[in-house]
């Protein structure tokens, strides 16, 4: 037999196998820095695409919506020396009022939020009912909501002034909506709530004023200057 075969075993010297480990840890280190450069690209993309997206929503809103009505609170209403829009609407005792019965009266149509619209439209509607010169006998306040009947009892009896007022249900919006009432510069939920806006329609059923007022004050003494010039 020949000699046996020596086999040896080699150990990479120390700084060998360091340079190898740095080597590798390197190109995981670039690959992780690689990865994140492209997740922050992505993310920057994706923000600029919302921002350009907030920017085209707000631009379309801004065309949508009406300038904000000027001093007197007047806006373009089409309304404006036309019949009244025919209406029929039930009060929180299911009395109809409607565009036909009312005629020999001039009338006074609050829309607003309702509900939602809390202190300042409860406070005017409060002010309507309780003002000797919206309720004539020739005259006639109404105040206009989207609620419904059951709603307008839960306000009441956090406010009970409210049990005041002569509250017109409008809750299929379908009034609001033939009066131009959801798209006034007053609106705070453009397109689907009224804000803040009253119609004032003479006893031959003409729609004689239409006032809005986006600071949601107390109008009776503008409307009843507006009435005033109606006698």
């Keep these: 037999m020949g000699a046996p075969v020596r086999w040896s075993l080699r150990v990479p010297h120390s700084s060998r196998y ?3 480990q740095k080597r590798l840890t390197y190109k995981n280190m670039k690959k992780k820095t690689s990865n994140i450069v492209s ?4 993310a920057a993309v994706a923000v600029g695409l919302l921002g350009g997206l907030a920017v085209l929503i707000a631009e379309n809103n801004s065309a949508a919506r009406p300038a904000s009505a000027d001093s007197s609170g ?3 209403s089409a309304l404006i020396g ?7 609407l039930k009060d929180r005792n299911g009395t109809v009022y409607s565009s036909d019965s009312l ?6 149509l609050f829309f607003n ?9 409860w406070n005017q509607m409060v002010a309507l009912a309780t003002d000797n010169r919206l309720q004539a006998t020739d005259t006639a306040a109404f105040s206009v909501v989207i609620d419904s009947p059951d709603e307008w009892q839960q306000a009441i009896a956090k406010m009970p002034e409210l049990g005041k007022a002569t509250v017109l249900f409008d809750t299929d919006k379908s009034a609001s909506q033939e009066f131009g009432m959801l798209t ?9 709530y009224p804000g803040h806006s009253f119609v004032v ?5 003409i729609v004689r004023f239409v006032y809005d007022d986006p600071n949601m004050g107390i109008d009776n003494d503008r409307i009843v200057g507006y009435l005033q010039t109606l006698k």
């Design 18 to 20: 360091q340079a190898v």
């Design 39 to 42: 997740i922050v690209a992505v």
């Design 74 to 76: 007047s806006f373009d």
């Design 82 to 88: 036309k019949p009244v829009p025919p209406f029929s």
């Design 103 to 108: 005629k020999g009266k001039n009338v006074v």
């Design 113 to 121: 939020e309702g509900i939602m619209c809390y202190p300042a439209c």
């Design 184 to 192: 006034a510069p007053s609106s705070m939920h453009y397109g689907s």
């Design 201 to 205: 329609i003479d006893k031959q059923g």
